[in-house]
């Protein structure tokens, strides 16, 4: 069925371009020259720079709260130019995922559902001319900008069976510490770490009735806390944020200045003593 005007399903955009240069304007100024009543939201553009991993996850976190038909268009790709595939995939939830086959689409296209996908290979959905260093204007805009007129899935490229995973790693539940590492630092200096509700509540299940904290790095123990209100300005600790991963934050304050924070620093959930 093809898109009409009006149909209620936008175009949502995230990318690491960030809002100083030119680059998020231009691709949606492709996205209006070949669809011009499509609606464009950007979900966001302050991804950190080539953080594959960020993205993924601010995607994973994002899709499911958008119209059922949404077309996804996702670039954070520092492959670009590269063997690295372009890709588009129809999703069983319904919405559609256009972007670098790096990683970056396949935690929400496992939550999603992957139907089909498609390696962006047809000429006639892309710009004539094809830069080495920006496929989000030259390749994904466009596709994404047919996809929402109605132009299907197939007539992109030719069909593929599987698309590259992104490996986040797991926590490792241990003898009476629960380990994972912070994977997210958001605008706010909170510490995303990749310690899922899920696990946090079988490693707590072990210790009924005892106290848990959350070690960082070389830093004190944290309290574990429903919302920031519940310490004083200033003091560091740990709750779950609506990602619904543990998080280390600083209340009023930036816990990645505190504890001098990048992707990778341990954190670990233990038995108070």
């Not at 770490?193 to 959350?214: E, P, Y």
Request: aromatic share 8%; with cysteine; glycine share 10%.
């Amino acid at each position: 069925m093809r898109s009409q005007p009006g149909r209620p399903y936008p175009i949502a955009l995230l990318t690491d371009f960030g809002y100083r240069d030119h680059y998020v304007g231009v691709m949606k100024g492709v996205i209006a020259t070949i669809a011009p009543q499509a609606p464009l939201l950007d979900i966001t553009h302050g991804i950190p720079p080539q953080s594959v991993m960020a993205g993924a996850i601010a995607l994973r976190e994002s899709w499911r709260y958008f119209p059922r038909r949404t077309v996804f268009l996702a670039v954070v790709d520092p492959g670009v130019g590269t063997a690295r595939r372009a890709i588009a995939i129809e999703t069983v939830a319904g919405c559609r995922l256009v972007g670098p086959d790096n990683g970056l689409l396949f935690p929400a296209a496992q939550a999603a559902g992957i139907a089909r996908i498609v390696e962006l290979t047809t000429p006639r959905y892309r710009l004539p001319q094809l830069s080495s260093t920006f496929h989000g204007r030259d390749l994904f805009a466009p596709a994404a900008a047919y996809l929402w007129k109605g132009t299907r899935l197939a007539a992109l490229g030719r069909t593929i069976g599987k698309i590259a995973p992104l490996e986040m790693v797991a926590p490792e539940l241990a003898k009476d510490e629960l380990r994972g590492e912070v994977i997210y630092l958001d605008g706010y200096g909170n510490l995303v770490t990749n310690i899922d509700r899920a696990s946090f509540s079988r490693f707590a299940a072990r210790f009924s009735g005892r106290g848990l904290s959350v070690k960082i790095a070389a830093g004190a123990s944290l309290p574990i806390r429903e919302t920031y209100s519940e310490v004083p300005k200033g003091a560091p600790l740990a709750t779950f944020g609506s990602f619904e991963l543990l998080e280390v934050a600083v209340r009023d304050d930036s816990a990645a200045r505190r504890f001098a924070a990048q992707p990778g620093m341990p954190v670990k959930v233990h038995v108070c003593r």
